[in-house]
């Protein structure tokens, strides 16, 4: 979160910039009007230290963390510029001085987008409607079905910009010049299409998790990245075995498990800030707590937990979604059901699956739970410390029990009947 000081900073940028582009507008580019203003903006920029990103979903104007609300009328200009471009996402480098602002404004005015590799600033699209190729405008086109994935990803009640900014702003701030770390995942898109949806699903739920942790924002992006990567070694597969719709032979099987190391291969392969985080996720996503799993490794050593949160987030997408050898997807209850059970085997962190849980809204009060001990609850309200243990009331029995204290059993299955 940006304190106030800060949010002063980006403000003020903003607005110096919109004044930029009526002042580059209006007066011939080397006028002192037109270099005052520049200045005025890459100080801000100097001062905030960090990036700065405009992006916009829908009617939104989103700066950094928050949406604009009025869209103050210098920026009206700029927008439409952007706009024209077909850019939802641009950001500003802090090294981004006087000349590169000034060079940025030349081609809005003029309607010619990019190169911007040394100006410090980077824009993209993301084409929320299909998956049909959108607009190369930027440096990237993101078209996924951004559209799928946020029906998808939970219960859809949260905002459903806030995800996708939250993945458009983890690809603005890592397809830099030179290599892009979104080659292979843009490989993965041509591929096959579900395995990419899914990579954006597993991320945005990777970094909700994170989130609700408070974790450091470096940390939440490096996350993001590895969710975003995890199954990138499944451009190895054959698409015959990855489609399957029957059981996997042993053959195909082995085929199908080698992804996690495969994938780390390509991502310790790139040269570029990789977090090192980045592989390990790839690597570790289908290992579990308890030793099982796969890559087989010779000694049993408990997973990171980065990639045991990316497993949580990956196994809650992957049962939610129909595929080839999951005709029907399940309920956000069921699905949440699976999860449980995984974290009471000691194969799914429990404290990961229980943020989701409570993010995902379905364990609370009125849902209808079945206990380790076969009965039947209601809760009552809410979990305060985790959300796997909230106060019940047994059905029938009207036995009030806080299922944080102990010896008292586990939830064993979230239903899908709520009371309101
Ligand atoms: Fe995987
Ligand atoms: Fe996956």
Same mark, same amino acid.
């Given at each position: 979160m940006a304190s106030e000081a800060e949010k002063a900073v980006i403000n003020r940028f903003t607005l110096e910039l919109g004044r930029l582009y009526q002042a580059y507008r209006m007066y011939p580019p080397g006028v002192p009007h037109v270099l005052i203003a520049a200045e005025k903006c890459s100080e801000c920029l100097r001062e905030y230290g960090k990036p700065i990103r405009i992006s916009r979903m829908g009617e939104d104007v989103i700066l950094e963390e928050e949406? &604009?609300? #009025?869209? !103050?009328?210098?920026?009206e200009k700029i927008l439409e510029a952007f706009n024209a471009f077909q850019w939802d996402s641009v950001r500003f480098e802090p090294e981004m001085g006087q000349r590169g602002l000034v060079e940025l404004m030349r081609h809005l005015k003029e309607g010619t987008p990019g190169p911007y590799h040394n100006l410090g600033f980077v824009a993209g699209t993301i084409n929320?409607? /299909?998956?049909e190729e959108g607009p190369k405008t930027g440096y990237f086109t993101l078209t996924p079905k951004v559209s799928d994935m946020m029906e998808d990803v @939970?219960?859809?009640?949260?905002?459903t910009w806030v995800r996708a900014r939250e993945i458009t702003r983890l690809i603005t701030s890592h397809? @830099?010049?030179?290599?892009?770390? *979104?080659d292979p995942i843009m490989a993965l898109k041509d591929y096959d299409e579900y395995t990419y949806t899914h990579a954006l699903n597993v991320a945005a739920i990777s970094i909700a998790v994170a989130r609700m942790m408070e974790l450091p924002e470096t940390l939440v992006d490096s996350i993001g990245i590895g969710a975003l990567c995890?199954?990138?070694?499944?451009?190895?597969?054959p698409y015959e075995i990855l489609r399957k719709p029957g059981r996997l032979d042993d053959a195909e099987r082995e085929m199908m498990n080698r992804h996690p190391v495969d994938g780390a291969a390509i991502l310790v392969g *790139?040269?570029?800030?990789? !977090? #090192?985080?980045v592989p390990v996720i790839a690597f570790q996503h289908?290992?579990?707590?308890?030793?099982?799993?796969? #890559?087989?490794?010779p000694v049993h050593a408990t997973p990171h937990p980065a990639p045991m949160l990316v497993a949580v987030a990956d196994t809650f997408d992957a049962v939610r979604t129909v595929r080839p050898y999951q005709p029907s997807a399940y309920t956000p209850a069921g699905g949440m059901s699976i999860l449980v059970k995984e974290a009471r085997a000691n194969r799914l962190h429990p404290v990961f699956v229980s943020i989701l849980a409570r993010l995902s809204g379905? &364990?609370?009060?009125?849902r209808h739970v079945k206990l380790s001990d076969g009965t039947e609850a209601v809760i &009552?309200?809410?979990?305060? *410390?985790? /959300? &796997?243990?909230p106060l019940v009331e047994v059905v029938g029995g009207g036995e009030i029990m806080d299922?944080? @204290?102990?010896k008292t059993p586990d939830i064993a299955s979230v239903e899908d009947t709520i009371d309101e």
């Amino acid at each position: 979160m940006a304190s106030e000081a800060e949010k002063a900073v980006i403000n003020r940028f903003t607005l110096e910039l919109g004044r930029l582009y009526q002042a580059y507008r209006m007066y011939p580019p080397g006028v002192p009007h037109v270099l005052i203003a520049a200045e005025k903006c890459s100080e801000c920029l100097r001062e905030y230290g960090k990036p700065i990103r405009i992006s916009r979903m829908g009617e939104d104007v989103i700066l950094e963390e928050e949406i &604009l609300s #009025p869209v !103050p009328k210098q920026l009206e200009k700029i927008l439409e510029a952007f706009n024209a471009f077909q850019w939802d996402s641009v950001r500003f480098e802090p090294e981004m001085g006087q000349r590169g602002l000034v060079e940025l404004m030349r081609h809005l005015k003029e309607g010619t987008p990019g190169p911007y590799h040394n100006l410090g600033f980077v824009a993209g699209t993301i084409n929320v409607d /299909s998956g049909e190729e959108g607009p190369k405008t930027g440096y990237f086109t993101l078209t996924p079905k951004v559209s799928d994935m946020m029906e998808d990803v @939970m219960s859809g009640r949260k905002s459903t910009w806030v995800r996708a900014r939250e993945i458009t702003r983890l690809i603005t701030s890592h397809v @830099m010049g030179g290599q892009s770390l *979104f080659d292979p995942i843009m490989a993965l898109k041509d591929y096959d299409e579900y395995t990419y949806t899914h990579a954006l699903n597993v991320a945005a739920i990777s970094i909700a998790v994170a989130r609700m942790m408070e974790l450091p924002e470096t940390l939440v992006d490096s996350i993001g990245i590895g969710a975003l990567c995890h199954d990138v070694g499944k451009q190895n597969i054959p698409y015959e075995i990855l489609r399957k719709p029957g059981r996997l032979d042993d053959a195909e099987r082995e085929m199908m498990n080698r992804h996690p190391v495969d994938g780390a291969a390509i991502l310790v392969g *790139f040269h570029g800030d990789v !977090p #090192p985080i980045v592989p390990v996720i790839a690597f570790q996503h289908h290992l579990r707590i308890d030793g099982s799993g796969y #890559p087989q490794m010779p000694v049993h050593a408990t997973p990171h937990p980065a990639p045991m949160l990316v497993a949580v987030a990956d196994t809650f997408d992957a049962v939610r979604t129909v595929r080839p050898y999951q005709p029907s997807a399940y309920t956000p209850a069921g699905g949440m059901s699976i999860l449980v059970k995984e974290a009471r085997a000691n194969r799914l962190h429990p404290v990961f699956v229980s943020i989701l849980a409570r993010l995902s809204g379905t &364990l609370t009060p009125g849902r209808h739970v079945k206990l380790s001990d076969g009965t039947e609850a209601v809760i &009552l309200t809410e979990g305060e *410390f985790d /959300s &796997l243990q909230p106060l019940v009331e047994v059905v029938g029995g009207g036995e009030i029990m806080d299922l944080s @204290m102990p010896k008292t059993p586990d939830i064993a299955s979230v239903e899908d009947t709520i009371d309101e």
